[in-house]
């Protein structure tokens, strides 16, 4: 099937590693053109060159998306280099542990302010782009807003209202025919995974424990299926879906665990 997204710009904040990167992959391999915006890292500055010469038009905005000045000043650079937005993927997001008994009001709030303005600046910053090519907006979650996950408040917070949004957004965009869709991932092998897993006493025992309670194939999710679905919505092969929440998670939240 032809997504359409060929010279597509699609924009994946957090594309530098991860689910970001294997998304700004799958987008290169469409034709799009992938707009990775991400801290200072490497892992970005390696993704963007071998995706450049692999024949990508893929752009990298290296920021810190912790304000909404930085936000503003991303979208601005984005426009200046390629004139206009198709899509906006908000995907970076980090589990930092801010939880009742290990935190503190203050870290709450930053933790939420580091999860979540930051998918509400770079949509409202974006909007008039993506209102002049009708684009589509996907919203990466965490399965975390609907099963909890103890010790993690902030994070958990903003999943939650990411999920929201989604649809509120979905709402509000209506008479500009800009669709607003979230992926909701559980389990997938990211650094950011890998890093959450370092803090048990014994990772790899905990992984272990982790994958039998995937109900389908007993396996992680890797980041490219999760790539795959993100695609599909920003395509305008998916015309008529909005306000969606999308689980990619071979079950984990909705089926029975037991088994
Ligand atoms: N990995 C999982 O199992 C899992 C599960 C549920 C949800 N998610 C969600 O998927 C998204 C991606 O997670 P991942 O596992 O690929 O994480 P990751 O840490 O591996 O990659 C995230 C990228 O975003 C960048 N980033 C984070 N905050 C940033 C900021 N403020 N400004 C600029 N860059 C920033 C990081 O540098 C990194 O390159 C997150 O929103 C996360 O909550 C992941």
Not at 13 to 26: K, L, R, S, V
Not at 87 to 115: I, T, W
Not at 141 to 169: C, D, H
Request: proline content about 5%; overall charge neutral.
């Amino acid at each position: 099937m032809d997504l359409q997204l060929k010279e597509k710009v699609v924009v994946i904040t957090g594309g530098g590693q991860g689910i970001g990167a294997a998304i700004a992959e799958t987008c290169a391999q469409e034709g799009a053109v992938p707009v990775i915006v991400n801290r200072d890292l490497a892992e970005a500055h390696h993704l963007a060159q071998r995706l450049r010469g692999e024949g990508s038009a893929c752009e990298l905005i290296t920021i810190e998306l912790r304000t909404p000045e930085s936000c503003r000043a991303a979208v601005d650079e984005i426009l200046r280099r390629c004139g206009r937005i198709d899509a906006l993927v908000n995907n970076a997001g980090e589990n930092d542990k801010v939880g009742l008994e290990a935190g503190n009001p203050e870290e709450f709030r930053q933790s939420v302010e580091r999860n979540l303005w930051h998918y509400y600046s770079m949509t409202h910053y974006s909007l008039p782009a993506l209102k002049a090519t009708r684009g589509a907006v996907v919203n990466i979650a965490s399965k975390t807003a609907m099963t909890g996950q103890g010790g993690t408040s902030g994070y958990a917070a903003a999943k939650g209202a990411q999920l929201a949004l989604t649809r509120e957004w979905a709402v509000e965009l209506l008479p500009y025919a800009i669709r607003v869709n979230a992926v909701v991932p559980a389990e997938v092998m990211t650094p950011l995974y890998r890093s959450w897993l370092a803090r048990f006493p014994n990772p790899d025992e905990k992984l272990q424990s982790i994958i039998q309670r995937i109900p389908l194939g007993k396996r992680m999710t890797a980041p490219e299926e999760i790539a795959a679905a993100v695609v599909f919505l920003l395509s305008p092969r998916s015309g008529h879906t909005t306000g969606q929440h999308v689980f990619v998670d071979g079950g984990y939240v909705h089926l029975d665990r037991t088994l």
